[in-house]
């Protein structure tokens, strides 16, 4: 299988390393407007054209199998569009609603895959957050927390960045959603604060928006209550609400991307805090399933990824794999359409997921 992967940014760059060692896949052609230098790789080919130029995009597309976008979440509306239109399967790591409702309607007139929100969270949070899910009768509630953090930050914020600012500032600024008594329901970014302690480490949780993908439709009236919230170090979250509601900033994005690319420091010194709790009833009583994981970054093919390059690379390798092997349907597929078992049954999904924490 070929596939096209738009971005050769730090996460593009890692899902072609993925591949390369990826029995499933053939061959690589990884497209960016920027000249790249990536490690040399048999299967890997680097195309420089501009995703903006429409005649540059369909040749792109051209031979491939699919098209992963591992482009900022607001070009992916035109990378699908174009994928529909030359009926190549499409798959993303976005967590922007609006770009997920978008691709979903291009997708009912496609015979092709159409895959959005792949990746840590949303992706394989939602997976295993239906895994645990179906592992009870009934169930009362269904707790997914997630957090790419730096391993050490010593500034006010207790943060230094590790992917894309523009996702990040994103997330924090639109409503989120939720289940609450069966019924689905809108709650405000940075709201919903909670202290969670994980191997002796103290995090704080709040909405963030995005993370919880289509999961509120699927269980609406199964689930009593359906909460996503991003983990952070205490303190993070009221330093973020002073910069984007007090001061107003959360309807300036750009501003406040552009600042936080220029002042806030850079790590691939970090960890990913993987936390889904469900409780409700089996056999009669009240139980609780959790599935929790701190995960590092690790070598591949001596390249050294960070923990948020390896977890959101290795999320939509699992689906890619499933993909070949003829296990998504056409049209959209949903993130917990993908059984937990299947997830954790491919190389990177078992390989990264899977195991011990």
Same mark, same amino acid.
């Given at each position: 299988?070929?596939?096209?992967?738009?971005?050769?940014?730090?996460i593009?760059?890692?899902?072609?390393t993925?591949?390369?060692?990826?029995?499933?896949?053939?061959?690589?052609?990884?497209?960016?407007?920027?000249?790249?230098?990536?490690?040399?790789m048999?299967?890997?080919?680097?195309?420089?054209?501009?995703?903006?130029r429409a005649?540059?995009?369909?040749?792109?597309?051209r031979?491939?199998?699919?098209?992963?976008?591992?482009a900022?979440?607001?070009?992916?509306?035109?990378i699908?569009?174009? &994928?529909?239109?030359?009926?190549?399967?499409?798959?993303?790591?976005?967590?922007?609603?609006?770009t997920?409702?978008?691709?979903?309607?291009?997708a009912?007139?496609?015979?092709?895959?159409?895959?959005?929100? &792949?990746?840590?969270?949303?992706?394989?949070?939602?997976?295993i957050?239906? @895994?645990?899910?179906?592992?009870?009768?009934?169930?009362?509630?269904?707790?997914?927390?997630v957090?790419?953090?730096?391993?050490?930050?010593?500034?006010?914020?207790?943060?230094?960045?590790?992917?894309?600012?523009?996702?990040?500032?994103?997330?924090y600024?639109?409503? &989120?959603?939720?289940l609450?008594h @069966?019924?689905?329901?809108k709650?405000?970014p940075?709201?919903?604060?909670?202290?969670?302690?994980?191997d002796?480490?103290?995090?704080?949780?709040?909405?963030?928006?995005?993370?919880?993908?289509?999961?509120?439709?699927?269980?609406?009236?199964?689930?009593?209550?359906?909460?996503?919230?991003?983990?952070?170090?205490?303190?993070?979250?009221?330093?973020?609400?002073?910069?984007?509601?007090?001061?107003?900033?959360?309807?300036?994005?750009?501003?406040?991307?552009?600042?936080?690319?220029?002042?806030?420091?850079?790590?691939?010194?970090?960890?990913?805090?993987?936390?889904?709790?469900?409780?409700?009833?089996?056999?009669?009583?009240?139980?609780?399933?959790?599935?929790?994981?701190?995960?590092? @970054?690790?070598?591949?093919?001596?390249?050294?990824?960070?923990?948020?390059?390896?977890?959101?690379?290795?999320?939509?390798?699992?689906?890619?794999?499933?993909?070949?092997?003829?296990?998504?349907?056409? @049209?959209?597929?949903?993130?917990?359409?993908?059984?937990?078992?299947?997830?954790?049954?491919?190389?990177?999904?078992?390989?990264?997921?899977?195991?011990?924490?």
């Amino acid at each position: 299988m070929k596939i096209g992967i738009v971005g050769a940014g730090k996460i593009g760059s890692t899902i072609a390393t993925l591949l390369e060692a990826s029995d499933f896949c053939t061959e690589v052609v990884i497209g960016d407007s920027r000249p790249v230098r990536l490690p040399r790789m048999r299967k890997v080919r680097f195309v420089r054209f501009d995703v903006n130029r429409a005649a540059s995009l369909r040749s792109f597309l051209r031979g491939v199998d699919a098209v992963v976008s591992a482009a900022p979440f607001f070009l992916n509306k035109g990378i699908a569009s174009a &994928c529909a239109a030359a009926g190549v399967s499409y798959f993303d790591l976005t967590e922007d609603v609006d770009t997920t409702a978008f691709i979903r309607k291009l997708a009912r007139k496609s015979d092709a895959t159409f895959m959005p929100q &792949c990746g840590l969270a949303p992706g394989a949070i939602n997976i295993i957050g239906a @895994g645990m899910a179906a592992q009870l009768k009934e169930v009362r509630q269904l707790e997914m927390r997630v957090g790419a953090l730096p391993l050490t930050a010593s500034n006010q914020m207790k943060y230094y960045l590790s992917w894309s600012t523009a996702g990040l500032i994103n997330e924090y600024c639109h409503p &989120c959603d939720a289940l609450y008594h @069966g019924r689905h329901m809108k709650t405000l970014p940075l709201e919903g604060v909670e202290r969670i302690t994980i191997d002796g480490t103290e995090y704080e949780a709040f909405n963030t928006s995005g993370g919880v993908a289509t999961m509120c439709e699927t269980y609406a009236g199964r689930v009593q209550e359906l909460t996503y919230k991003t983990l952070r170090y205490p303190g993070h979250r009221d330093m973020m609400k002073f910069v984007l509601q007090d001061l107003n900033l959360a309807s300036r994005p750009e501003l406040v991307t552009e600042i936080f690319d220029q002042e806030v420091p850079l790590t691939d010194n970090d960890v990913v805090v993987f936390y889904v709790s469900a409780v409700g009833t089996h056999r009669g009583q009240v139980q609780q399933r959790s599935f929790v994981k701190k995960i590092r @970054g690790a070598k591949v093919n001596k390249v050294s990824l960070s923990a948020i390059q390896l977890t959101t690379a290795a999320g939509l390798l699992a689906v890619l794999e499933l993909f070949a092997a003829r296990r998504l349907k056409s @049209g959209f597929v949903k993130q917990e359409s993908v059984s937990m078992a299947d997830f954790l049954a491919t190389r990177w999904g078992g390989q990264v997921y899977g195991g011990e924490s």
